[in-house]
C-alpha cells in the first residue's frame, strides 16, 4: 500500500523535481496557492507552491522505487526525516489539503469584478445584475437595478447564472 512522504527539493527545482519521479511512477502532490503580485508594473494572479521546495510523494515501498533511487532524482535533496527515519505522513492531512484545493478552484469558477450575470431564482429571478464580489463560499454580492437606482443584494450562488 502507498504512503505518502514528505521530500525537500533544490531551490526552484519543483516541477523538475516532479517530472523526474513521475516517469519513475511516482505519485506527486505540491499544493499551489493563487496569489496576486506586480510584475513588470502590472498586476497579475499567478501560482505559487503552498509550501516552497517541499512535495509530498507516494510510494509503495515493496513496489519501489527505493529511498535511494528516490533520493538521487535530479531537483530532491533529500527526505525531511525525524529520528534519522523519513517521515510518513498521515494520509488525512494529504486529504485535507487536497479538499481545500478542490474548494479553491469552485471560487476560481466565479465571474470577474463587473462582469454580467442573470438572476435564475429567488426574488429577483429575471433580473440582468453585474457581480461584484464574492460573500462567503456560497453568496455573492451583486448590483441591480431598481427603479432607477443601482442596489446592492446578497444572492445565493445557486440562484445565479454566471
Known sequence: ???WY?????????????LHLENQGVECYSPEIEVEKILRGKRQRVCEPLFPSYMFIAIDLEVGP???T????????DFVRFGGQPYQVPRG????????????EACAQLP???????????????????YQEPDGEKRS???IT????EVTIKVDNAQVDW
Do not use: P, W
Request: aromatic content about 8%; proline content about 0%.
Open 70 to 77: 528516490i533520493r538521487s532524482t535530479r531537483g530532491v535533496m
Open 146 to 149: 431598481l427603479i432607477n437606482k
Open 141 to 143: 454580492i451583486l448590483l
Open 93 to 104: 492531512i494529504i486529504e485535507r489539503l487536497q479538499c481545500y484545493q478542490a474548494c479553491d
Open 112 to 130: 470577474k469584478h463587473g462582469q454580467k450575470v442573470q438572476i435564475t431564482a429567488g426574488q429577483f429571478a429575471g433580473f440582468e445584475a453585474i
Open 66 to 68: 527505493s529511498f535511494t
Open 1 to 3: 500500500m502507498k504512503s
Open 6 to 18: 514528505l521530500l525537500y527539493c533544490k531551490r526552484g527545482e519543483q516541477k523538475r523535481a516532479t
